[in-house]
């Protein structure tokens, strides 16, 4: 099925670093949205992006709705070992069917 | 928030066996849910939309027989995967959406991890 790239692919950073991840597409989504999945366990939410050319934030975590709306990136700051995961963009098309296209994702992994 | 509970977690079955898995949305109402299929360090995969009350929306190459979809009411789903073989080993998440609350987005339930032996 269709997906969406994710970069990178994993990451191995120091505690305290910040990170950066992006998603591409090369269609048009109307809603980006970012999630967290911890080994064996489902994706758990962490920003949602409705507008293109939105930037919002959730503590730590950044993330903006790219202006051509083909993309989104994910920023961390000040990491902390329980970042580490799996994270994934997801995008919904036009159709409002809330059929998520999901990015292959990006494994960070933070070294204390 | 909305929480969306699955039923097994883990479950271990024998090749020719069939497995069903339920997907219940707790304090919301979901007229749609949607199930996945994960591989190994893989993305999630879309495998149906299961409409409540309806036939479910297979995506292509998901055979509509092997993985059976009811939805028989607001708050639960259930996915069957019938005469279980060793390739249907895989981790199946399910998702819904708060219909009542406007919200654009999914809440997904834990995952259940099927081995099939």
């Known amino acids: 099925g269709q997906q969406l790239n994710q970069s990178p692919q994993s990451m191995f950073i120091q505690e305290g670093e910040d990170v950066s991840m992006n998603c591409t597409s090369s269609?048009?989504?109307?809603?980006w949205l970012w999630y967290k999945q911890d080994p064996g366990e489902g994706p758990v939410l962490l920003i949602a992006?409705?507008?293109?050319?939105e930037l919002t934030s959730n503590g730590r975590l950044t993330a903006q709705f790219g202006i051509t709306r083909k993309d989104s990136f994910l920023n961390i700051s000040a990491s902390i070992p329980s970042d580490v995961g799996i994270y994934f963009c997801?995008?919904?098309?036009?159709?409002?069917?809330?059929?998520?296209?999901f990015g292959t994702g990006t494994r960070l992994k933070v070294l204390a | 928030g909305a929480v969306v509970s699955q039923h097994p977690s883990r479950v271990i079955c024998k090749s020719g066996t069939s497995v069903k898995i339920e997907c219940r949305s707790l304090?919301?109402?979901?007229?749609?849910m949607f199930w996945y299929r994960q591989f190994p360090k893989k993305s999630l995969m879309l495998m149906a939309t299961?409409?409540?009350?309806?036939?479910?929306?297979?995506e292509q190459g998901v055979e509509k027989d092997k993985f059976l979809i009811n939805h028989a009411s607001l708050t639960l789903s259930t996915l069957t995967v019938t005469s279980a073989h060793p390739e249907d080993s895989s981790f199946y998440i399910c998702?819904?959406?708060?219909?009542?609350?406007?919200?654009?987005?999914?809440?997904f339930g834990a995952g259940s991890r099927l081995t099939v032996l």
């Open positions: 998702s819904a959406r708060d219909t009542g609350s406007g919200a654009n987005v999914l809440t």
């Open positions: 269609s048009i989504f109307n809603t």
């Open positions: 992006l409705y507008k293109a050319g």
């Open positions: 997801a995008g919904i098309g036009h159709s409002g069917t809330y059929k998520y296209i």
């Open positions: 304090d919301f109402q979901a007229t749609t």
């Open positions: 299961s409409n409540e009350g309806s036939k479910a929306t297979y």
